[in-house]
T-cell receptor, first 114, second 114 residues
Framework: DAGVTQSPTHLIKTRGQHVTLRCSPI?????VSWYQQVLGQGPQFIFQ???????GRGNFPDRFSARQFPNYSSELNVNALLLGDSALYLC?????????????FGEGSRLTVL | KQEVTQIPAALSVPEGENLVLNCSFT??????LQWFRQDPGKGLTSLLL?????REQTSGRLNASLDKSSGRSTLYIAASQPGDSATYLC?????????????FGKGTTLSVSS
């Protein structure tokens, strides 16, 4: 069975641009979360979606948004990119409930903002 | 606000040693706690999930304990191997936002020499 898959794996953007990151959860998982990990730090929670609804939001500006589709895949969007947005963006899924069970992570999308 | 501290920040040991990684958290009202390993530039691999009602969990050479009242968890690695070299992260499931978020420390970077 496939694990959590993320795309793209690496991307480079310039300040002010917009980026969309994609995630497919483990089959059967309805909950998808997004985390940002800057170099040398632990991951920081951005969003969680369950059954296409936002169920949790971390302390990130409104430039960050996300959505979940009927097939439970998810997109993370970041507008007006800043140099400080350079990070590894991790997607995770869990099942069966919104906050129960083990959390499984993908390999991440490495974003570099120049 | 939940804060997670992991001690030591880095650890170097020869192959075969038994070792203990420490994790402390400030808010004891957590749901569960999960331990992960992260290889450089990669995503997170789940090692153990300790439910809030459990005091410990074992998987192979790994044993994790949880003492919610004192806000502490430990990860014990028996007979360490070079393949264990990685950063180890503990993450309690925070009660804020209905337990949707894991809160991470900076991790312990382990190096096992052959």
């Amino acid at each position: 069975d496939a694990g959590v898959t993320q795309s793209p794996t690496h991307l480079i953007k310039t300040r002010g641009q917009h980026v969309t990151l994609r995630c497919s959860p483990i089959s059967g998982h309805k909950s998808v979360s997004w985390y940002q990990q800057v170099l040398g730090q632990g991951p920081q929670f951005i969003f969680q979606y369950y059954e296409k609804e936002e169920r949790g939001r971390g302390n990130f500006p409104d430039r960050f948004s996300a959505r979940q589709f009927p097939n439970y895949s998810s997109e993370l969007n970041v507008n007006a990119l800043l140099l400080g947005d350079s990070a590894l963006y991790l997607c995770a899924s869990r099942g069966p409930g919104v906050n129960t069970g083990e959390l499984f992570f993908g390999e991440g999308s490495r974003l570099t903002v120049l | 606000k939940q804060e997670v501290t992991q001690i030591p920040a880095a650890l170097s040991v020869p192959e075969g040693e038994n070792l203990v990684l420490n994790c402390s958290f400030t808010d004891s009202a957590i749901y569960n706690l999960q331990w992960f390993r992260q290889d450089p530039g990669k995503g997170l691999t789940s090692l153990l999930l300790i439910q809030s009602s459990q005091r410990e969990q074992t998987s192979g050479r790994l044993n994790a304990s949880l003492d919610k009242s004192s806000g502490r968890s430990t990860l014990y690695i028996a007979a360490s191997q070079p393949g264990d070299s990685a950063t180890y992260l503990c993450a309690p499931q925070d009660p804020d936002q209905a337990g949707t978020a894991l809160i991470f420390g900076k991790g312990t970077t382990l190096s096992v020499s052959s």
